[in-house]
């Protein structure tokens, strides 16, 4: 039985995680590949593979606190309709390792980004469409304006995200001030402790509060929590949320770029954003004009009733019309 576009879109939003909708559109279920690993110059990259091996590349790519498992909504119906769907874990989570084991464990936006190029050259890519959220969004979109070429399309879940990390920023609203009181615990030594002995506490309430009105089971959870067991994932996230703040050095290597990205470049890639109506950082601006000015060939703004921080998991159907849409 051939399965239309529009069949598969409908079935993916039936539920949450697309799989009892897929079965209702005529189709098995995919079970979860086992991972595969690609040697970069850095790293040993694990991740996922779906779709036909000769299909038009997607790269998906997750945030903290969470892992590919954030986009099983979402590689079903891509793999579904002919393309080659890849999840890779990024540095410190999952069973992704770095090559030397005495490189420092360092997580600047910049290194993120070169990892997916990376991880592209490694597997022979030229050119693939990329959709991502939180830390993953921030390395596509960092992709983007230093690599355009590499890049036909992006869904930026959440908008555009490249960060000054050259200045300290100034104090915010005592609201979104509180809403960061995990960054500004990592900057903390009792946060190092924090994380490496409570981890999967911390993790499970920036999830609760960040997707306030999405429901998931502990089983939900323990799928992903061995990703949160890498040995790492600490060194990689304190460093991050200190580089960013000014309290880490960055990577020599990376210096000229992050001071390219200091000036907020926009991005030159067809692009579709997606910002969640339900975040638990606060709901979007109806205003466009902020996105158009970032990305200069943005196709569509979409704001996602019912979306949370983690919009892969809690829409995915929308992140799955999006690549369609942009790859048409």
């Known amino acids: 039985m051939a399965i239309t576009r529009r069949a598969l879109l409908r079935a993916v939003a039936a539920t949450t995680a697309g799989v009892v909708g897929l079965q209702a559109a005529g189709l098995r279920a995919q079970e979860l590949a086992p991972y595969k690993t690609v040697a970069t110059p850095a790293l040993e990259i694990a991740y996922e593979e779906y779709g036909p091996d000769a299909g038009y590349p997607v790269i998906l790519v997750h945030g903290f606190p969470y892992d590919v498992r954030a986009f099983d909504g979402v590689f079903e119906p891509l793999a579904a309709a002919g393309y080659r769907v890849l999840l890779p874990y990024i540095r410190g989570y999952g069973p992704t390792r770095f090559r030397d084991p005495a490189a420092p464990r360092m997580a600047e936006q910049a290194a993120i980004a070169q990892d997916l190029i990376d991880f592209a050259d490694a597997l022979g890519i030229d050119q693939f469409a990329a959709a991502g959220f939180d830390w993953g969004n921030r390395a596509i979109c960092i992709a983007a304006i230093l690599h355009p070429q590499r890049l036909r399309a992006q869904v930026a879940c959440g908008g555009y995200s490249v960060q000054n990390t050259l200045r300290r920023g100034g104090p915010a609203p005592a609201r979104f001030e509180a809403l960061l009181w995990y960054q500004w615990y990592f900057n903390t030594e009792r946060g190092v402790r924090g994380l490496q002995e409570n981890r999967h506490d911390i993790i499970r309430h920036l999830w609760d509060t960040w997707s306030p009105t999405f429901r998931y089971s502990d089983e939900d959870y323990q799928r992903s929590a061995p990703a949160f067991d890498n040995p790492d994932f600490v060194d990689v996230v304190i460093h991050s949320y200190r580089h960013r703040h000014g309290n880490a050095e ?48 943005l196709v569509d703004r979409r704001i996602v009733a019912g979306a949370g921080h983690d919009l892969p998991g809690t829409r995915p159907e929308t992140v799955a019309s999006a690549l369609l849409d942009l790859l048409a």
């Open 250 to 297: 960055g990577e020599p290597r990376f210096l000229e770029v992050e001071r390219r990205l200091a000036e907020q470049p926009p991005i030159d890639v067809p692009a579709i954003v997606l910002r969640p109506a339900d975040s638990g950082f606060g709901p979007p601006s109806p205003d466009s004009s902020g996105d158009q000015a970032r990305f200069t060939r």
